[in-house]
């Protein structure tokens, strides 16, 4: 227990195994949450409320969301968009998202959202991603021979992706927000006898942002708000390497990471006393990776020098426009929508330069396209406590047949979503939502290039290359949060 002059922290965990539970309170009423399971369980649990009484410090509270925003993971998005950084929002199918100022984490998405907010309060919150996703393909020889040839499941990886915003408002004008979330992030790992390893086998990124924001009301009606952020990038990548015209095979692992600062804008209006509209401009921001290349190839006379070398890779991630709307039909109904447009053509290799030169380099083109997300979404108020949510977007790729890779296997998505919020008391709020997601089937035919003195070569024929296709990559994902108003 801390105590200050103002306030009192205790923090409880109690239960046991099979029945964990978690207390948190301020100076009122707050709510004891137990996660009842049996012990044989698969997963799905009950969840009681017991009324306690129960004091804590802010200041504590800010500290868990950074620290668990600071850990999230990634996932496959289109492209390497990461949405889930609100599980409010993902009950509409993030329509809304930059107009619907539900709770804090309206920041991420449109940091003007936060001036709608006239008490202090926390967001604490986490999605997870299921894994999933099957490929049928075969590797072939320059003359046509069969390496290899395989069934890959499940290579898409079961992720948790947390998040954390904290909203204080300064004065009657102007409100600050401290966010923690993850923008964009992958995570593949086709496994060791994947027909395709020898362009990719595991493939991992990661970017947290911790983003300030200040929003300040200009009138009424009409509020801006700009997000200043420091972006940490972080990758692995992994693949063997296929010598032509030798029975000889070895391993490459590259790991590089970067901090860059990028920013963030937005505007959001109350056009009607129903209808809220909102704006945001999210910047591309530039990464310039470093770290190791580590080279293990055997029986090659003349070959690769094998070890640990300096490396780099040279990155942007796209800027984003989100253009979102909200309507009060009545004192139940509510709807929204979202466009958001992603400059996905900024991303046109991926380039990693070895110290060793150009034999252990890589260069991967990607051509992607620009791409956008279209999102509609209803809310329904059943009671004073409770409120009901779905939507529907459609997710467009940056990738098609003519450029799909084994580092990004992307399709277009149809996400249909659901969501629930549970008002507990007049300062505590807890979110859940589910997202069905289904993507498109997609056939890839990817071959190597060479790099020639750093730049692209063309493509090696000697190499061989992989032809297949992507199944199967439906799949679930689930989101929770909590929202504490001081």
């Known amino acids: 227990m801390v105590t200050n002059s103002r306030s009192t922290l205790s923090v409880v965990l109690a239960g046991n195994k099979e029945e964990p539970q978690f207390l948190i309170r301020n100076d009122s009423v707050i709510t004891c949450v137990k996660l009842s399971s049996a012990k044989h369980n698969t997963g799905l649990a009950n969840l009681s409320g017991v009324i306690m009484r129960f004091p804590f410090n802010r200041k504590v509270l800010l500290a868990s969301a950074i620290a668990a925003a600071s850990q999230a993971g990634v996932v496959n998005a289109a492209g390497f968009t990461v ?90 004008k102007l409100t600050f927000g401290l966010s923690g979330y993850a923008p964009f992030g992958l995570n593949l790992d086709y496994g060791d006898e994947f027909a395709g390893k020898y362009f990719g086998d595991k493939t991992k990124i990661e970017v947290i942002n911790l983003q300030s924001s200040f929003a300040y009301e200009l009138r009424d009606d009409l509020s801006i708000g700009f997000g200043a952020i420091v972006s940490k990038a972080s990758g692995e990548l992994t693949q063997s390497s296929h010598v032509p015209l030798s029975p000889s095979e070895g391993t490459a692992e590259v790991k ?21 509209l909102g704006m945001s401009y999210h910047a591309a921001t530039d ?16 070959g690769v020098v094998n070890g640990e070398h300096d490396a780099k890779l040279d990155i942007t991630m796209p800027e984003r426009v989100m253009f979102s709307g909200t309507h009060q039909i009545n004192d139940r109904w509510s709807v929204m929508a979202d466009a958001t447009w992603t400059r996905w053509s900024q991303l046109d290799s991926v380039s990693v330069e070895s110290s060793q030169g150009d ?29 009901l949510k779905a939507g529907y977007m459609f997710d467009q ?58 730049e692209d070569g063309g493509v090696d024929p000697s190499y061989g290359e992989l032809t297949g296709e992507y199944t199967d990559q439906n799949t679930w994902i689930l989101s929770a949060q909590m929202t504490y108003r001081f």
């Open 83 to 172: 949405n889930e950084n609100s599980a409010s929002s993902m009950g509409t199918a993030f329509a809304g998202r930059a107009s619907n100022a539900e709770d804090a984490s309206i920041a991420a998405s449109n940091p003007a959202g936060i001036a709608e907010l006239d008490r202090a309060q926390v967001t604490l919150g986490s999605a997870v991603i299921m894994e999933g996703g099957n490929f049928e393909g075969e590797f072939t020889g320059a003359g046509g021979q069969s390496i290899a040839k395989t069934q890959s499941e499940d290579f898409l990886k079961t992720t948790p992706v947390p998040f954390g915003h904290y909203v204080q408002p300064i004065n009657d």
């Open 256 to 276: 590089g990471d970067d901090t860059a600062l990028t920013w963030n804008v937005g505007l959001i209006w109350q056009a009607t006393d129903a209808t809220t």
């Open 287 to 302: 990464y310039k990776m470093e770290g190791t290349n580590t080279v293990n190839m055997s029986g090659i006379i003349g």
């Open 359 to 387: 034999e252990t380099s890589s260069y991967v083109p990607m051509n992607w396209n620009n791409v956008w997300a279209l999102s509609l979404g209803t809310s329904y108020k059943v009671s004073n406590d409770w409120t």
């Open 397 to 454: 790729s940056p990738t098609t047949d003519e450029n799909r890779t084994v580092r990004a296997p992307d399709g277009d998505r149809n996400w249909f979503t659901a969501g629930a919020k549970w008002d507990a008391t007049e300062d505590l709020t807890f979110d859940f939502s589910a997202a069905y997601v289904m993507l498109k089937d997609g056939k890839i035919n990817e071959e190597k290039h060479n790099v020639v003195d750093g």
